[in-house]
């Protein structure tokens, strides 16, 4: 072997060592990065109150129809498909009215909106509380959904995940507006 073949080969390993660290560095980038699966959020965009009507008779009788955007935003770099769900709406813990939200799929890094009704009844309370807030012309009301599904990155990784929304509104009953919106 001469003197040149071996810094030749010298010369190749260490481009080998170099590609093999680029290569590492590479691969732990895109894993913190490109491969990290977060849970989708599930938010109100809008809720609008479509019809209203009380009963005269008792003063804690109120139905109504509430027309809802949901919006899933999808930050990962694969699509999230969904099952069925139901979106919950309550007073005070007392489901009032419910939704079935239709199994679906948020493609990679974008934002999947659907409209959806639910129609509101307050019959089933029986909290002198709501009869107050009515008086007053301010119904607090919450909701609640749970989206289960999993997250599909290259068609190869499959991670479970789950996005919850939980939000806090309140209908002024004079002007049947939907006020205040939070979703946590």
Wanted: with cysteine; hydrophobic share 40%.
């Amino acid at each position: 072997m001469s003197n040149g073949e071996g810094r030749s080969c010298g010369k190749c390993l260490a481009c080998f060592a170099v590609f093999v660290v680029l290569l590492a560095t590479i691969i732990t980038v895109l894993s913190l990065t490109v491969m990290k699966i977060h849970s989708p959020k599930v938010r109100f965009n809008a809720m609008v109150v479509e019809s209203f009507s009380s009963n005269n008779t008792t003063a804690t009788s109120i139905n109504m129809r509430l027309l809802t955007q949901v919006a899933i935003k999808n930050t990962n770099f694969g699509y999230f498909k969904y099952d069925n769900s139901t979106l919950i709406i309550l007073y005070n813990g007392v489901p009032l009215g419910k939704a079935v939200i239709p199994p679906g799929r948020a493609n990679a890094r974008e934002t999947q909106k659907f409209n959806t009704v639910v129609d509101v009844s307050t019959d089933r309370v029986s909290d002198s509380k709501l009869g107050n807030e009515i008086n007053s012309g301010v119904l607090k009301l919450s909701s609640e959904t749970k989206l289960n599904g999993m997250v599909h990155l290259m068609k190869v990784i499959k991670k479970k995940k789950s996005g919850e929304m939980k939000c806090d509104w309140t209908v002024n009953l004079g002007t049947r507006q939907v006020e205040g919106l939070r979703c946590n």
